[in-house]
């Protein structure tokens, strides 16, 4: 297996040499549109967009603070200074392989997973990568890779990492978010265009309380919109706020839910609230996706979105080129991103919809399964379940 895989190679990211081992390695097979990906690919690709998408001249300091230099690229931009869990598939993505949701779940034993969470830094890790302490709901704390440099991302390529997920703070303040992260998910009997549509209006309504939102393709059917807030919000705070924006997005627009139990939701967009909560991440700006034709979370303009039809379109193989000279919506190969760094927005009005809604009798709703009991949240049972009959 080892011979066909090839021998380790090194490949140069920003004056650092970074090895490769099993470069030939198969992790996305060839489907009908998309070419097999090796892991030599991913860390190419990784290398291209952690380095390119940069705003051109003079490296410039973020207007906000801890955000990326100017110059940064677009996947770096993503994931400066920012605790990041990797999601790592060492033998490749194949139908039917199994992710362990639960770090370490499964590892060591004869029913060891396909793919699992790294949390922790692995050990080994050169010299560049930066970490930070982050505590989970538990009480628990973990030093992860909080990447500051290009080379990052294609060491944990090496590593067989696909997909990064960034918190959403900095590593100098771990306790207060400075991103709020709308995750607009369709449920069963909806697809792509009807979250296209709701994402259309909560630009508007973002944009109606002076808040301007960054869009994103999920790498599957969903839209990611990200918002860059001012850091002086607990956890709880920033979650409150996503909970009210999902539920004036329902207001606005048919279609659109924000119930936690799934027999609930019905045919509509679920307003993912809970990635908002503390150690909930969501795959970042172009990260791949761990599915069928290496499909990358991509960042893209709102006028872009109005008129994507397939964001499958977004692949290992197209997206580099958005960044390159000449690339991109604009045809200048800069980030749709480059300038979420420009203006940290504040969440009071956000809050104030919540106050209200609570007012009305709108209290929280449940965090997820294994997050601790949360004061104020209501009772975390299935509905279908509290309705049974006692024997």
Known sequence: ???????????????????????????????????AVTKLDVARYYAAVATLGGRPGESRPAAVAGGAPSDVGGLLRALWHR????????RGVREGMVLATREGAGRGTRESPDAFYQKRVPSGAPGYVETATIAFPSGRTADEIAPTEPAVPVWAAHMGTIVFHPWPVRSGDVE???????????????????????????????????????????????IHVFVRIEPRWTFTDVRHAAI??????????????????KEERGEAIFVDYNQNARDRTIASAYSI?????????????????????????????TVPARLEPGGGPH??????????DDVAHSL??????????????????????EHPKMAGEPRRVQPSRARRPAD
Do not use: C
Not at 185 to 206: E, N, S
């Open 83 to 90: 605790p990041t869990t990797l999601e790592r598939w060492p």
């Open 289 to 317: 996706r761990p599915k069928p034709g290496a499909p990358v979370s991509t960042p893209v303009t709102w006028d872009e979105l109005a008129e994507l039809d397939d964001p499958r379109a977004f692949h290992v193989g």
């Open 244 to 261: 009210a924006f999902g539920r004036e997005l329902g207001r606005r627009t048919d279609g659109v839910t924000t119930a936690w139990w």
């Open 1 to 35: 297996m080892g011979t066909t895989e090839g021998a380790a190679v090194e490949i140069e990211v920003a004056g650092r040499a970074v090895r490769v081992s099993s470069p030939d390695r198969v992790i996305f097979e060839a489907t009908d549109s998309t070419a």
């Open 176 to 222: 207060h978010p400075d991103e709020l992260r709308i995750d607009l998910d369709p449920q069963p009997g909806t697809d792509f265009a009807d979250a296209r549509r709701v994402a259309m209006v909560a630009r508007d309504l973002l944009e109606e309380v002076g808040v301007r939102g960054f869009p994103k393709t999920s790498g599957n059917r969903g």
């Open 348 to 369: 009071d009005p956000l809050l104030a919809w919540y106050e209200r809604d609570e007012e009305e009798g709108l209290g929280d709703l449940p965090y997820p399964p």
């Open 331 to 340: 045809g200048d190969g800069v980030d749709p991103w480059a300038e979420i």
